[in-house]
């Protein structure tokens, strides 16, 4: 809180300053003006005395002694003062202020002993004969080397002090009206010098409250101008350190807020500070609920809490990483890294990241899988492969009717592992990332006819009929070689999988703004355990019900891709003994 303004203080110093120096210089006037005065009155006296002394020279006899008394009351008129002659012997002769026969004798007075001694006595005390204070002057009247008289003036010290008093008066007077004066004056300047503070104080304020565009502006050509221009720099650094660190602090909150991965920021308590989107999702919370929480509300796994708990207490300052699974609000595998941010050998904060990796080990466990399944895939007609061609060379060559079933076998075998290399090989063209495919306008009609035309004797050999079902032309915009493979794998597998006699319908039709391509056969259908794994590598339905159908098992995945590589979609109906129904959905050309 300011007590005093500095405008107050410079007044107030301005006013000490003018009145200690007003107290000195009228000091070191008055005291000598009234010295001047006294020793100008006793200067006048002295001449007075002198003029008395000459007119009162011719009465000293004892013939006109008498007259002098009358003589001083005419001249008390004149000169204004108390006038007392005394004769050498200290007998008063005239005085104007008493009757002399009143007087005592004089002689004994200190300015009458010093004019008697022949020197003009000077004396200030009090008068027993008026009862005041007087100044008093005796000149001694010298005739023939001797006093014969002494002529006294004296004036009342009160009227002397009246005349100084009126000058203190005076003085006192110029004293106040210079006091004024002053204290105007040292308004105005302090004014003039406090108004460029006042208005750097408001524009500094209105900065600190955020108004970084504010300036400061001095019509003063000293110091404040320097200030004033050194805070215009410094306002126009710290808009740009706040213009960097707000584009940093946005940047920072886009990245926390559009990164794929959860992030949960604490400090040295333990306290949460920052949690973004992607951990709100992966803890089933939300922000306003667990900021300025602790940590070990939302991270419920121990291993974890304890790896964090061990930077926190000063273990060790190195980045954490643990996998661990959560099961609330889903199952996922998360892999969390905890890495402090240290400042001066002391823990700031640590920022726990958590990656989301359960879509990495399916992928994983699917590799490991279809590395399993081609392995064995491979394996049986290699085998049958390697297992006959022993037995030819072991001596089956001799007896030509076996051997030729041999030959037969082994040539079905090597058929057999060309079809899974080619629909491996097809499987990973399909699958390659970053590869656009190249589309081109499709007659649906025409690309269903021709794959039905291309199967058409596998199908007459189980008397199966295939039924083509389109009203009208329909156009699609995708690639031509890669839909008449799916098409062709789900009109094969219907063959496979239906009983002699059965049938397969195909049909096409628009909804909405997509078409809608359906594969009906009277198979024998997929049990519904299956239904959700029917489109996975080498997955086969109870092989037991399918060990004398031939496939690689990659048919349905294929097809599976192709679809999404177009932006579609593909679901399976099906019932067991009643038969099956694949439905693709795919955007129409528009």
């Known amino acids: 809180i300011v007590k005093f303004r500095i405008r107050t203080k410079l007044i107030l110093t301005y006013i000490f300053l003018i009145l200690i120096s007003l107290s000195i210089l009228i000091l070191a006037i008055l005291w000598p003006l009234q010295k001047h005065y006294v020793s100008n ?3 006048d006296l002295q001449r007075n005395a002198y003029l008395v002394s000459q007119i009162i020279h011719s009465y000293l006899n004892s013939e006109h002694e008498a007259g002098i008394d009358s003589r001083l009351k005419e001249l008390e008129e004149k000169i204004n003062a108390r006038i007392t002659i005394i004769k050498n012997t200290g007998e008063v002769l005239g005085e104007t202020h008493k009757a002399v026969s009143l007087m005592e004798n004089h002689a004994n007075r200190p300015e009458v002993k010093t004019a008697l001694a022949g020197q003009i006595g000077t004396a200030i005390r009090y008068s027993d004969t008026l009862d005041t204070n007087h100044l008093y002057v005796a000149l001694p009247i010298i005739e023939q080397d001797m006093v014969q008289a002494v002529v006294r003036l004296s004036l009342p010290i009160l009227s002397i002090q009246e005349t100084i008093g009126l000058f203190r008066v005076t003085l006192l007077i110029g004293f106040i009206v210079a006091m004024l004066v002053a204290i105007a004056i040292s308004i105005l300047l302090a004014r003039s ?3 460029p503070i006042e208005e750097i104080s408001d524009t500094t ?11 400061i502006y001095t019509n003063s050509k000293d110091e404040l101008t320097l200030l004033g221009q050194s805070i215009n720099n410094m306002t126009k650094a710290l808009k740009g350190h706040i213009n960097e660190i707000t584009t940093y602090n946005q940047s920072l909150e886009a990245i926390l807020k559009h990164m794929a991965s959860g992030v949960i920021v604490i400090d040295c308590l333990g306290t949460i500070k920052i949690i973004n989107p992607e951990a709100e999702g992966i803890f089933g919370v939300k922000e306003q609920e667990v900021l300025g929480q602790p940590y070990h509300k939302v991270i419920r796994n121990y291993n974890l809490l304890e790896n964090i708990n061990k930077i926190l207490n000063y273990d060790r300052w190195d980045t954490k990483i643990y996998e661990f ?5 889903e199952k996922i595998t998360l892999r969390a890294s905890a890495t402090p941010i240290v400042n001066n050998n002391k823990i700031e904060q640590i920022v726990i990241v958590f990656h989301d990796i359960t879509t990495l080990r399916k992928l994983e466990k699917v590799k490991t899988d279809f590395v399993a399944n081609a392995s064995h895939e491979l394996r049986t007609p290699v085998a049958s492969i390697k297992g006959f061609a022993e037995t030819l060379l072991d001596g089956a060559l001799e007896d030509r009717e076996v051997a030729l079933r041999f030959v037969n076998i082994i040539d079905q075998e090597a058929q057999r592992l060309t079809r899974l290399i080619k629909d491996l090989l097809d499987l990973s063209r399909i699958e390659m990332k970053g590869q656009a495919i190249e589309k081109t306008s499709i007659d649906l009609k025409e690309l269903l006819a021709s794959s039905i035309a291309y199967l058409e004797n596998q199908a007459q050999e189980k008397d199966i009929s295939i039924f083509l079902e389109i009203d009208k032309e329909i156009q699609l915009q995708g690639n031509k070689e890669m839909l008449s493979l799916a098409f062709l794998n789900l009109i094969e597998n219907g063959i496979k ?12 039709y628009p909804k909405n ?23 996975e590598r080498f997955y086969r339905v109870n092989k037991a019900r399918t060990q004398d159908i031939k496939g690689t098992g990659l048919g349905l995945s294929i097809v599976k891709h192709i679809v999404e590589e177009h932006q579609g979609q593909i679901e399976v109906q099906s019932e067991v003994g009643k038969g099956s129904k694949f439905i693709i959905t795919l955007p129409a050309l528009s």
């Open 497 to 508: 999988y239906t009983p002699t006699g059965g049938r397969i319908k195909v049909a096409a």
């Open 513 to 535: 703004n997509n078409v809608l391509i359906s594969f009906t056969d009277t198979g024998m259908g997929i049990p519904k355990e299956d239904s959700s794994r029917i489109f």
């Open 193 to 195: 010098f406090t108004k």
């Open 325 to 329: 699974s959560t099961f609330y609000p």
């Open 205 to 215: 304020k209105k900065i600190a409250q955020g108004n970084l565009e504010e300036k």
């Open 41 to 43: 009155v006793e200067k």
